[in-house]
């Protein structure tokens, strides 16, 4: 399947699943109203689509990427709802759209990041799966999303501000921030499918160097974009005086390191027996995107 149409087939149905897992909890009208605001923002939803793909190519059950895919989903909304706060990045576009505290205020918006954290890791308990297989998740979700992920990412990130880091520290910081939830992404899809330790070590590879490319891209997009693409405020790394691959490398060196691990992640591919047209696919789009 090309990968438009695969998006076209499977972001419908990832959102339909995410939308209804937290229409019916049981929660405040305005607490959900909040979380749903920014699950519905739009996105590009890489991250559940990269669930999905993985099951596609070991031909596994599609279902189950969707829900896993919603929970990783509702990981990386609650860290940009967090993200936009005043105390962290003081942002008041998201998507094209005021950020969540900009509507719902700095409380509100707060918790609903906390809830969709916290469900996430209860719709995983809750998966009809081997309890094995749901434990595995929640842990790999758990480092992905935490202090030796995410989180950890985001700290190594603001102690960054204000000087210059050099390669290791700033591949440091984006090996944690942003890969470690396109890691589980792609590792979680290997799991749910029984994937071999040889199979699964080739696709984190992947997964290590997609998450690199995704970020640099990013970079080069906080220079060469506007705010209309990007749907937030473009210049503000520059302006914030922020460590970034062009600052260290040049545009056109971050240019040639994006294209580096382009290449390495498409490698990676090669130790796997199947046809993994999507995945290579989905490399060149993780490269070649706009915003």
Sequence with gaps: MQLTTFIETHTPAIEKEMFRLVE???APAALKDSMLYSLKAGGKRVRPLFVAAVCDYFQSDV?????VGACVEMIHTYSLIHDDLPCMDDDDLRRGKPTNHVVYGEALATLAGDALNTLSFGIL???PIAAEVKIELIHLLSVAAGAEGMVGGQVLDMDG???QLNLQELEQ??????????RFSIESGAVLAGATAEERAALV???????LAFQIQDDILDIEGTSEQLGKTAGKDVASEKSTYPALLTLE???EKLNEHFELATAALDRLAGDSTLLREFANYIVKRNK
């Excluded at 279902?63 to 829900?67: E, G, H, K, R, W």
């Excluded at 910081?173 to 396109?182: D, I, P, Q, S």
């Excluded at 590879?205 to 997609?210: C, L, N, R, V």
């Design 253 to 255: 060196g971050a240019k």
């Design 125 to 127: 308990a809750r998966m």
């Design 173 to 182: 910081v984006h090996v944690n921030k942003t890969g470690a939830l396109l």
């Design 205 to 211: 590879d992947y997964a290590h160097h997609i998450g």
């Design 63 to 67: 279902a189950q990427a969707y829900t």
């Design 24 to 26: 019916e909890i049981q």
């Design 161 to 163: 501000e204000k000087r």
